[in-house]
């Protein structure tokens, strides 16, 4: 089975742009979700799509949205670019519905680094 | 909310040695999982390991084991024969099932070196 894609692989964006990542799950993986990586603040999560909703979010701004596709793929969007938004970003797939541990088990794309200049 | 706590910033371990990473968390759930990744330089998030909290049997991935002590919310992972293979950042993570979906708490990593 193929793992968890992203891409991009690398984006260097400006202050005050928008970006959109994209990221394709594992086949029959209904949710994703997105995680934030800084040196900083580490890894923290910013939301969870699951069949085509968003069923948890984090503490972040609302310049961070995002959406899933009937085919559980998953776009995120950042508007209003500020220079703190510079991070990996990770996304992660899971089947996300069942009992169970291998219900919930998250694997992991290569992320998305993106650097704000 | 809950939280992750990884005391240990970085380790370092003799190949062929064993190193044992500690994990604790806070949660007043009682049932939820509890998981090991491993982030090697290439940045990709592996899993190594995972434990269902209401199975007291410790889980085993070959070279990888938890201690995991449910009481006092205690999560280590033992890594025996150590590889070079296994330098890496290893973070340990909690989740539970919820109307609110899942979503992974981390803690903040712990280094791991491997000396040849």
């Known amino acids: 089975k193929a793992g968890v894609t992203q891409t991009p692989r690398y984006l260097i964006k400006t202050r005050g742009q928008q970006v959109t990542l994209s990221c394709s799950p594992i086949?029959?993986?209904?949710?994703v979700s997105w995680y934030q990586q800084t040196p900083g603040q580490g890894l923290q999560f910013l939301f969870e799509?699951?069949?085509?909703?968003q069923r948890n979010k984090g503490n972040f701004p609302g310049r961070f949205s995002g959406r899933q596709f009937s085919n559980s793929r998953s776009e995120m969007n950042v508007s209003t670019l500020e220079l703190g938004d510079s991070a990996l970003y990770l996304c992660?797939?899971?089947?996300?519905w069942g009992l169970g541990l291998s219900s919930y088990e998250q694997y992991f794309g290569p992320g998305t680094r993106l650097t704000v200049t | 909310a809950q939280t992750v706590t990884q005391s240990q910033p970085e380790m370092s371990v003799q190949e062929a040695e064993t190193v044992t990473l500690s994990c604790t968390y806070d949660?007043?759930?009682?049932?939820?999982?509890l998981f090991w990744y491993k982030q090697p330089p290439s940045r990709q998030m592996i899993l190594v390991i995972r434990?269902?909290?209401?199975?007291?049997q410790n889980a085993t991935e070959n070279r990888f084991s938890v201690n995991f002590q449910k009481a006092a919310k205690s999560f280590s992972l033992k890594i025996s024969d150590s590889q070079l293979g296994d330098a890496a950042m290893y973070f340990c993570?909690?989740?539970?099932?919820?109307?609110?979906?899942?979503?992974?708490?981390f803690g903040a990593g712990t280094i791991l070196r491997v000396k040849s």
């Open positions: 434990q269902e909290a209401y199975k007291q």
């Open positions: 799509y699951f069949s085509e909703t």
């Open positions: 992660a797939s899971s089947l996300g």
């Open positions: 949660t007043s759930e009682s049932d939820y999982y």
């Open positions: 993570a909690y989740s539970r099932e919820g109307e609110y979906g899942n979503k992974l708490v």
């Open positions: 086949s029959g993986h209904r949710s």
